[in-house]
Each structure stands twice: as C-alpha cells, then as structure tokens.
C-alpha cells in the first residue's frame, strides 16, 4: 500500500477511521486513483487506457451530487470494466496508486521538459532543480533555457488580472498592423476560470487570407515584451483528405494554423492590483506564458472552439461528432463525409451537430 496522491494525503485520513471523512472523500480517492493511472498509461503511451481513466476521472468531477458509497458509482456513464476493477481493487484494498511519471513532477513543471527527459534526469540521479541547473553534462533545448531561467515566475499561476493586462499588449501589437483584427482570449479564462497556465490567443483578421505572415509581425512589434518564442509553421498546407486518413483517436492531434508558445515580461504597474509590487528579486515584471494562433476567418470558429477547451471536453465533442454524427470535428473544421461544412460562429457548430449551444463557462469538463 502506498502512499500520497500528489494533491492530499488522503491515505492518513483514512486509517484514522474517521468515518465522515472517508465518506466524503471517497469520491477523491477515485478521482486520485484514475488521474494517477491516465498518467501512468500515457507514459506507457496506452492511449486507449489512457483515455478511459481522465473520462472516468473526468465524470466523477462533473458529477453534481457527492459519492457517499460504492453503490452510487453504479450505472454512471463513461466507466468501463478497467475502471470498474480499479474501484473494486480501492475498495477491498483500500490502494491509493503512485505512479512514477509523479516522481518526475518537478522536472516536467520545467517549460520544455517532457516525460522522456524528465525520467532521463531522475535514472541519471538528479533530484532538485538546484542539480539539474548545475550538471555540466546536460545540454538544455533554447526552451528548457527559457524554463528553467523563469521557472518561478511560470509555475506560479496567471490571474485574470494579468490575463487582460496581457490581452491589452498582445491587442495593441495586432491593431498596430491590422486595426480590424480580431484578439480573443480563449482556453480557461475564457471559460471562466480565475487563474491559469497560461494565456491563450486566436488572432485573425476579417478577410480570409490577411492574417497570413501576421504573426511574425506581432512577434516583431513585441521586442520588449517577447522573453522567449517558438513560432510554429507548417510546411505542408492542411488537407482535408490528411485529416479523414487520421484516426478518431488521433483527433486531439496539433492543428496546422500558424501558431507561437511564447514567454512575455508583463510589467506589474500594468496589472492594476499590483502597482506598486515587487517581487523578491526586486524585479517590477512578471514572466507569462502565452500562446498564440493565427487561424484564417473562414475557420476563426472551429479555432475558437477548439482552443477554448476543456481537453476533456474537446475530446468528448469530437468522440460524440465521430460516433453519433459519422461526421469529423477538428479545430480547422466539421466534416460529414468530405463534406465541408461552414460555420460563423460557435452557435453554428453546435446546430451542425444537432446538440444545444454550451456557453464556454458550461465547457470545464
Ligand atoms: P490552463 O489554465 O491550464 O492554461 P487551459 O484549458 O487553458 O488551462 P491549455 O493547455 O492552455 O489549457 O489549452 C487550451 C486548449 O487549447 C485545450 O483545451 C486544447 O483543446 C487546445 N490546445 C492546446 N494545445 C494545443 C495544440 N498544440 N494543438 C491543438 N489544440 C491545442
Ligand atoms: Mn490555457
Ligand atoms: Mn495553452
């Protein structure tokens, strides 16, 4: 029996016997459980194991009532015979599983650093950040550099606050250039969340093709702001053939729009409720992940879905288009057979797949 999920001890708890908190946890101890076994199979690369846990995992934390024992968790959609022998195998055993890739948490919170590289430093017997910045043997990617030179700043989480303070400079650049383009913020402020990883962007402008070589553009006119940069650009244009060949399970794959994961200094007068504020090192600014892309108009609002998420909610959208519909979804467009079919505004792709529209706050799956 082992130990600690990465988020509570929820083990100690337990063996204390305190009846009321088993109880009312024992929907956590599943949700635990499921989340450390997608990410022990996703670093095994079973995909399909992979996905049946985050669903699982997924479905206990939409769940509007509380699970207050085994029986409620019967009939529940979305659970499937391994998830279903996990809750037996937490029930009789009362297991709470670890799985490794949790043990190269710290070093997968670096920008830039994977799985892979991740469990590469921990065989070599790296185990602090301290160590890794310090092993001469190491050779760092441009990113990892970016990662690790601003990790305090990337792991400490982005408000609301600074998401528009952020917006205002990313909207300025992109006006400067085109004065009708378009600057949303997307993933989970856009859904409503107060804090998050990172700032996301679709940038586009009204007439399709415009918004080509607009992205190095914004990128040029952010010289002060632009700590770190990997722009993204496709060779190959996107066809719509390439993405009927792919399979249903590889919907989640990247997108072909014009894209960049960048770092930008945001200066804290800026940010109204930090005017005055510095932080330990003295420094007045703050490193903020953001990513932007830069899909052409006539497919703004398969973008706008697609990047405003959840993951798990993108994913099921795309499972229910592909199963129930027969049609595909991804963030470039919705196809019934080759069909392609056109879509202004979100509302429109909802109607097309004949479900009711969801608001973004109602998308947190
Ligand atoms: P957080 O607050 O942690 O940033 P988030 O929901 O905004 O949460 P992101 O990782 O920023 O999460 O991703 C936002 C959405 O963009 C995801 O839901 C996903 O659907 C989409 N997305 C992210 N990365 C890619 C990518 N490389 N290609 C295509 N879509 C992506
Ligand atoms: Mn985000
Ligand atoms: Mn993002």
């Given at each position: 029996?082992?130990?600690?999920?990465?988020?509570?001890?929820?083990?100690?708890?337990?063996?204390?016997?305190?009846?009321?908190?088993?109880?009312?946890?024992?929907?956590?101890?599943?949700?635990?459980?499921?989340?450390?076994l997608?990410?022990?199979?996703?670093?095994?690369?079973?995909?399909?194991?992979?996905?049946?846990?985050?669903r699982?995992?997924?479905?206990?934390?939409?769940?509007?009532?509380?699970?207050?024992?085994?029986?409620?968790?019967?009939?529940?959609?979305?659970?499937?015979?391994?998830?279903?022998?996990?809750?037996?195998?937490i029930?009789?055993?009362?297991?709470?599983f670890?799985?490794?890739?949790?043990?190269?948490?710290?070093?997968?919170?670096?920008?830039?650093?994977?799985?892979?590289?991740?469990?590469?430093?921990?065989?070599?017997?790296?185990?602090?950040?301290?160590?890794?910045?310090?092993?001469?043997?190491?050779?760092?990617?441009?990113?990892?550099?970016?990662?690790?030179?601003?990790y305090?700043?990337?792991?400490?989480?982005?408000?609301?606050?600074?998401?528009?303070?952020?917006?205002?400079?990313?909207?300025?650049?992109?006006?400067?250039?085109?004065?009708?383009?378009?600057?949303?913020?997307?993933?989970?402020?856009?859904?409503?969340?107060?804090?998050g990883?990172?700032?996301?962007?679709?940038?586009?402008?009204?007439?399709?093709?415009?918004?080509?070589?607009?992205?190095?553009?914004?990128l040029?006119?952010?010289?002060?702001?632009?700590?770190?940069?990997?722009?993204?650009?496709?060779?190959?244009?996107?066809?719509?053939?390439?993405?009927?060949?792919?399979?249903?399970?590889?919907?989640?794959?990247?997108?072909?729009?014009?894209?960049?994961?960048?770092?930008?200094?945001?200066?804290?007068?800026?940010?109204?409720?930090?005017?005055?504020?510095?932080?330990?090192?003295?420094?007045?600014?703050?490193?903020?992940?953001?990513?932007?892309?830069?899909?052409?108009?006539?497919?703004?609002?398969?973008?706008?879905?697609?990047?405003?998420?959840?993951?798990?909610?993108?994913?099921?959208?795309?499972?229910?288009?592909?199963?129930?519909?027969?049609?595909?979804?991804?963030?470039?467009?919705?196809?019934?057979?080759?069909?392609?079919?056109?879509?202004?505004?979100?509302?429109?792709?909802?109607?097309?797949?004949?479900?009711?529209?969801?608001?973004?706050?109602?998308?947190?799956?």
């Amino acid at each position: 029996v082992s130990v600690e999920s990465r988020h509570r001890l929820v083990y100690p708890t337990y063996k204390m016997g305190n009846i009321s908190v088993i109880v009312s946890s024992l929907c956590f101890i599943m949700q635990d459980a499921f989340d450390v076994l997608a990410e022990h199979f996703e670093f095994n690369e079973n995909k399909g194991h992979c996905l049946a846990f985050m669903r699982a995992s997924s479905v206990l934390k939409s769940l509007s009532y509380t699970i207050r024992n085994y029986r409620d968790l019967e009939g529940l959609a979305c659970l499937g015979p391994q998830t279903k022998a996990v809750i037996q195998v937490i029930r009789h055993c009362c297991v709470i599983f670890i799985s490794c890739s949790q043990l190269y948490f710290l070093f997968t919170s670096i920008f830039g650093v994977g799985l892979k590289t991740a469990e590469k430093w921990y065989r070599k017997g790296l185990r602090s950040l301290d160590e890794v910045k310090a092993d001469t043997s190491l050779r760092f990617t441009k990113m990892q550099k970016a990662g690790l030179l601003y990790y305090d700043d990337i792991i400490s989480s982005v408000s609301w606050e600074e998401a528009k303070a952020v917006g205002q400079i990313v909207k300025d650049a992109c006006r400067r250039f085109d004065p009708d383009a378009a600057v949303v913020i997307t993933g989970g402020f856009r859904r409503g969340k107060e804090f998050g990883h990172d700032v996301d962007f679709i940038i586009t402008t009204p007439e399709n093709g415009k918004e080509v070589g607009l992205l190095q553009k914004v990128l040029s006119e952010l010289t002060y702001q632009l700590l770190y940069h990997r722009p993204h650009s496709f060779s190959h244009p996107y066809s719509i053939a390439q993405v009927c060949s792919e399979s249903p399970t590889n919907l989640m794959s990247m997108d072909h729009f014009e894209k960049c994961f960048a770092i930008l200094k945001l200066k804290k007068e800026l940010v109204s409720s930090k005017q005055s504020e510095k932080d330990i090192n003295g420094k007045d600014w703050k490193a903020i992940r953001v990513d932007l892309v830069i899909p052409p108009m006539n497919c703004y609002a398969f973008a706008l879905l697609g990047w405003s998420g959840s993951r798990q909610f993108e994913r099921d959208l795309r499972r229910y288009a592909n199963v129930e519909k027969k049609m595909l979804l991804d963030n470039h467009g919705l196809y019934d057979k080759t069909t392609f079919l056109s879509a202004k505004t979100e509302e429109d792709i909802f109607a097309h797949l004949g479900l009711e529209y969801l608001d973004p706050s109602e998308r947190n799956a």
